[in-house]
């Protein structure tokens, strides 16, 4: 199965320029909540609804007068509309995200790949396959915290602070 098959082709992009409340306006019309971001016809990152809000909101720039480069994520993960779904998944398992900017041969954004797309293509193995891999790639660096089986309240009453109800 080709990615061209399995995408969402119908891309929207904003420019590096462009303002942030004009990406937000964006996602809005058309329900989504990530543009890839082009320079001279070339995608050079991505526009999270997240980045707008984490990235540039709360560091309390002005959506209105801060352009879309200043909060992007650069360097989009990508796939070919040529490529095998197969490879497609592996793309986003080592590059740790759960979806891609399609491009054509001329690198320009053609479409859209999501994790979901496997699914609904029948492909669902792939996107378990590639949700574990990611997953389980993030949890194998680091050790998972104990947690006790009553939760905090063990360390609440013991720092004096959980009261208990008559």
Do not use: W
């Not at 989504?32 to 707008?52: A, C, F, K, M």
């Not at 949890?139 to 009453?157: K, L």
């Amino acid at each position: 199965m080709k990615v061209r098959e399995i995408m969402s082709s119908h891309v929207r992009q904003i420019s590096s320029s462009a303002m942030l409340s004009e990406a937000a306006d964006r996602m809005r019309i058309f329900d989504t909540s990530v543009l890839p971001v082009v320079e001279h016809n070339q995608v050079v990152g991505t526009i999270t609804d997240r980045d707008i809000i984490v990235r540039a909101v709360s560091a309390g720039m002005d959506p209105r007068t801060t352009p879309v480069k200043y909060a992007m994520t650069p360097g989009a993960a990508c796939c070919s509309e040529q490529d095998d779904a197969g490879k497609a998944a592996a793309i986003m398992k080592d590059s740790h995200v759960d979806r891609l900017v399609v491009l054509s041969p001329d690198n320009g954004a053609v479409g859209m790949l999501s994790i979901g797309d496997f699914a609904v293509a029948g492909a669902g193995h792939l996107m378990y396959e590639t949700i574990d891999r990611i997953c389980g790639s993030v949890h194998s660096d680091r050790q998972r915290p104990r947690r006790s089986p009553r939760g905090d309240t063990r360390r609440m009453r013991k720092a004096g602070t959980h009261k208990r109800q008559p």
